[in-house]
């Protein structure tokens, strides 16, 4: 059921991931992520096609390859038109390494439910204290504010760390994705930033 589903785009999928491909993310202040986030050190933006886009680099302590990152993609402006999450679609459009995973199809999900829905997660360990997981959710406007205009919104965790795997999961948990990175002033309640905001340098 993970896997199921399907989704609309605007372009044919050849012509979209040429799109994605030349598209360049462009850097924003850590206040505009979507999500907030322990530890994140950069957060890059763009819009393509039906699809804005974030990610959220975190601070890597490990020495593994590959970058601790949060991916966002909002889209669709009608709940019901937007299909379900097709994370093997998603991956597939990405270019970064998600090492040590490997195929989406050849790993085995942990799954539990929150007060953001459904949490599906990978887990990779050395036996000696270095945890890798892999988090994949769906969030939407009856579960958490989603920027202007948007519907719905994928997330894709890629987290490694010097812990456990609970503690890797916390940027996916729901005190951190039901929250914008920040408020204007201390009281007031989160703000999402709308994605169709010019990305600053």
């Not at 680099?57 to 970058?67: E, Q, S």
């Not at 909002?74 to 490997?102: C, E, I, W």
């Not at 958490?144 to 948990?173: F, K, Q, W, Y």
Request: proline share 7%; net charge negative; aromatic share 6%.
């Amino acid at each position: 059921m993970l896997l199921a589903g399907c989704e609309t785009f605007v372009l044919p999928m050849g012509e979209f991931r040429t799109d994605l491909a030349q598209e360049p993310f462009v850097q924003q202040p850590l206040a505009s992520a979507w999500i907030s986030v322990p530890d994140a050190e950069m957060v890059l933006a763009r819009l393509v096609g039906p699809y804005a886009e974030q990610r959220i680099l975190l601070t890597n302590r490990t020495a593994l390859r590959g970058d601790n990152v949060v991916m966002l993609r909002a889209h669709g402006a009608d709940l019901a038109t937007n299909g379900r999450f097709q994370p093997v679609k998603y991956l597939a459009s990405l270019d970064t390494d998600l090492f040590p995973f490997g195929e989406i199809a050849d790993l085995s999900f942990f799954s539990r439910t929150d007060s953001l829905g459904a949490l599906n997660w990978a887990e990779w360990s050395n036996n000696a204290g270095l945890t890798c997981v892999l988090a994949l959710r769906r969030l939407d406007g009856a579960t958490r504010i989603v920027p202007a205009g948007r519907s719905a919104m994928d997330m894709i965790l890629r987290n490694c760390i010097h812990g456990t795997a609970d503690e890797a999961l916390i940027a996916a948990e729901p005190t951190q994705a039901g929250f914008a990175a920040k408020t204007k002033r201390p009281g007031d309640a989160p703000e999402m930033l709308s994605p169709l905001a010019g990305p600053r340098p």
